[in-house]
């Protein structure tokens, strides 16, 4: 079976060699065929899948790799659907990039297929973050358009993501239909390119500063920021492109004490400083969290490669800095742009908020308390931009986001945006000052006191290889046959199947549909208020596990004690789940 394996592989390879492929490539094909028969299987074994959301892979010469051939081939297919489905219009596209290695070289291959099919093209000038792209993409009145990022993963990788529209990520049916177009380009010479580089048009610095006056355009508490402008702030772009325009962002709101990391500040697709360029993680957020620690900061502030995910850290009474997780940071903005909406008069019953279904319930107990309506959707920030598409022309957007870091204010972005969610989290914290006296961190323990103590857990279950997948979709379907009838020692009352699109009311066995989108996710709620979301990757042999508990904190002075029963309940159901 191996033979047979590295026998297709070498005919893969050597289709390479033969085919009209540049000498640099052919070199390196001939290098592994040559060397490294491990490497090359890994580069032949199969094509790079476009997947719902684009491509995603490590960077190098074959057919499962990153290169300007897969690239290529994604693209032409992209090109062909968006013929197809606005035959007789002038087709208009955007394309930007960030920080990693060959994203700008992708990025331009992007933009000459485009052009080569007859689009008119925006190219941005050099790395930008991906909520610009988003906007661009509505702004400019464009068709579609493509981000090359592969977001916070390693170095080795590099991807590419289409957009609709609306700005937003790909949804069905336009996902599948781009996905059979682009596995019909079958051959190189199927590529359109070097055709047309009239129809490129460059966006720069001009484009920033109209993107700039509408992130600007969201604020709501210009006083504060007056009295408090010269509020220490550090931020890190981690070598990506948030470096653009995160700092012009903060200074337009009128912070004039914002220092940067100086050695994350260099763009750097290798992220040198870092093991994982992603803010969720604290030794990331390391040199960030020093810095603040002897410049005494008020707040820390990350932002991935692409600049659309938010790190924020904040110092407690004890002058430690306390990373927030996802969820925190979306409560916190959700709290503040609610508040000041609330205070300002501008809550009439017809705005709302939005959150996936693994991300925190105290974000749906914040939206009840301003009588906003909370929308709870699938995983993944296009579901999030569907809401705010389905609901434009009869009820008004304000915020809402996702626990992975991810928070979007304002609907003229449909993609989570880092730029505006850190100049709003310094806003939140001029205010929490100004206002209360409080900190942010101060302020978060005061929003537990009011809505109770929520607190979340993760763990994701890896299984590597084609048998690793197959026991995955065991476990989910073991998971649906035989629930757990208890967790922790408390009965669980009500299962939620996305699949099925019906939830399960276990004490009177009646089932209620639905109304979502379908997805292979299970929820289950027990009586005692813990509710465990579990969810497998769409791209990978893993499995997560989601965790939410709850506590009443009556006062701040208990936090650390309930903090640690919280923590300690999430560990106790990890092994009753049997997931340590």
């Not at 191996?2 to 290098?31: H, I």
């Not at 389905?390 to 915020?399: H, L, P, S």
């Amino acid at each position: 079976m191996a033979n047979e394996l590295e026998q297709m592989v070498l005919r893969k390879a050597q289709a390479w060699l033969d085919g009209p492929y540049d000498e640099e490539t052919k070199k390196q094909v001939k290098y592994l065929m040559d060397n490294d028969m491990k490497e090359l299987v890994e580069s032949f074994y199969k094509d790079l899948e476009f997947g719902t959301g684009g491509l995603r892979g490590i960077m190098g010469v074959g057919t499962n790799r990153m290169n300007v051939y897969t690239v290529g081939a994604a693209t032409q297919g992209l090109s062909n659907y968006l013929k197809k489905n606005f035959a007789g219009e002038q087709i208009r596209v955007a394309v930007g990039h960030d920080s990693r290695n060959n994203s700008r070289m992708f990025a331009e291959r992007v933009a000459d297929i485009f052009a080569s099919n007859g689009f008119t093209v925006y190219l941005f000038d050099a790395l930008r973050p991906t909520p610009e792209l988003s906007f661009a993409i509505r702004e400019l009145k464009c068709h579609s358009g493509v981000v090359v990022t592969a977001s916070h993963n390693p170095k080795e990788y590099n991807g590419y993501k289409a957009y609709w529209t609306d700005g937003a990520q790909v949804t069905p049916p336009h996902d599948t239909n781009i996905i059979a177009e682009v596995e019909k380009i079958t051959d190189i010479n199927m590529i359109q390119t070097g055709a047309h580089p009239e129809n490129i048009h460059i966006l720069g610095q001009d484009f920033d500063e109209i993107y700039l006056n509408r992130v600007h355009a969201l604020s709501l508490s210009p006083e504060c920021i007056k009295h408090h402008h010269d509020m220490k702030i550090i931020y890190t772009p981690l070598h990506g492109s948030g470096v653009r325009l995160v700092p012009a962002s903060l200074r337009k709101f009128g912070f004039t004490n914002v220092k940067l990391v100086p050695e994350q500040a260099v763009v750097d697709g290798n992220f040198p400083t870092v093991e994982s360029p992603n803010p969720e993680e604290r030794k990331t957020m390391s040199m960030a969290i020093d810095l603040a620690a002897r410049e005494g900061a008020d707040l820390v502030l990350a932002t991935d490669p692409d600049s659309d995910r938010i790190g924020v850290a904040l110092r407690n009474k004890k002058g430690e800095y306390v990373l927030l997780n996802g969820n925190q940071t979306l409560v916190l903005l959700l709290s503040y742009q609610l508040t000041r909406w609330a205070e300002l008069g501008k809550l009439d019953g017809k705005q709302y908020v939005v959150k996936t279904i693994v991300t925190s319930q105290m974000a749906n107990a914040v939206a009840k308390f301003f009588n906003v309506k909370c929308y709870d959707c699938l995983t993944g920030f296009k579901y999030i931009a569907k809401i705010i598409r389905e609901n434009e022309g009869k009820a008004q957007y304000i915020g809402g986001g996702e626990e992975s870091f991810g928070y979007l204010a304002g609907d003229y972005v449909r993609d989570k945006d880092a730029v505006s969610a850190c100049s709003m989290a310094a806003e939140a914290a001029a205010w929490a000052m100004d206002t209360m006296g409080l900190t942010l961190f101060e302020w978060l323990q005061q929003l537990y006191v009011k809505y109770g103590f929520y607190r979340e857990g993760l763990v994701s279950v890896v299984r590597k290889g084609k048998e690793g997948a197959e026991l995955i979709q065991k476990m989910m379907v073991d998971f649906r046959e035989n629930p757990p009838k208890t967790i922790l020692g408390s009965p669980v009352v009500r299962i939620n199947d996305f699949k099925t699109l019906e939830t399960l009311d276990v004490k009177s066995g009646v089932k209620t549909p639905i109304v979502q989108d379908s997805s292979n996710v299970l929820q289950w709620f027990t009586e005692d208020g813990t509710i465990v979301s579990v969810r497998p990757s769409g791209t990978e042999p893993k499995i997560k596990f989601y965790f939410g508990v709850k506590a009443p904190l009556h006062s701040v002075e208990e936090y650390d004690k309930v903090l640690a029963e919280l923590d300690a309940k999430i560990e106790g159901i990890k092994k009753d789940l049997k997931l340590e």
